[in-house]
């Protein structure tokens, strides 16, 4: 193969998209429902709520993590808990799915668990143990399983998630008076 045959080759595989992937989540679950979703992750760190948000989708399945750090910062142990029924403890971290289940999209939330995080430099990577429940009367419980690498922190002005702001939010929905 010529040099010139080569640099076309190399810049063809860079154009079809085969150059570097963004790191991925891992969440494998099982119990009363069973899969695995692996996806393109980011984190997001929002300085002016405090909260760091990781999410990952992948088609109509999604997953996303929020930890709310103490005053020592996110890295560490941090609980899992149901967001219905606690939004405001910290340092704590929540966990929300959007999965799909035969032709159904079905939300799901954490219940109890543990999300353990490390943080180096402008990147943060960890791992989730928990269990999530679905949001609709059906309460069959299933665990969860996260993992995801070194993710670099976006905290720039638009890391914070749209729903933080309060006023974007109507009113009567869950944490506006």
């Known amino acids: 193969m010529t040099r010139v045959s080569r640099a076309i080759a190399v810049a063809a595989l860079l154009a079809?998209?085969?150059?570097?992937?963004?790191p991925s989540l891992t969440a494998v679950w099982a119990g009363a429902?069973?899969?695995r979703l692996v996806a393109p992750a980011v984190a997001r760190w929002c300085p002016a709520r405090r909260l760091l948000e990781i999410s990952a989708v992948h088609g109509d399945?999604?997953?996303?993590?929020?930890?709310?750090?103490?005053?020592?910062g996110f890295a560490g142990t941090l609980p899992l808990y149901d967001p219905l029924k606690d939004s405001t403890r910290r340092p704590s971290a929540a966990v929300a799915a959007?999965?799909?289940?035969?032709?159904?999209?079905?939300?799901?939330?954490?219940?109890?668990?543990v999300a353990r995080l490390t943080r180096s430099g402008g990147s943060i990577s960890g791992s989730v143990q928990g269990r999530l429940v679905p949001t609709g009367a059906n309460q069959d419980t299933f665990s969860v399983s996260i993992d995801f690498p070194a993710l670099a922190l976006d905290s720039s002005a638009g890391s914070c998630p749209p729903d933080s702001d309060r006023a974007s939010r109507p009113a009567g929905s869950p944490g506006v008076p």
């Open 16 to 22: 079809a998209g085969c150059g570097p992937a963004r």
């Open 33 to 35: 429902d069973t899969g």
């Open 61 to 72: 399945s999604g997953l996303a993590i929020v930890a709310y750090p103490g005053p020592n």
């Open 98 to 113: 959007r999965l799909v289940k035969l032709d159904m999209v079905i939300g799901y939330r954490s219940i109890d668990g």
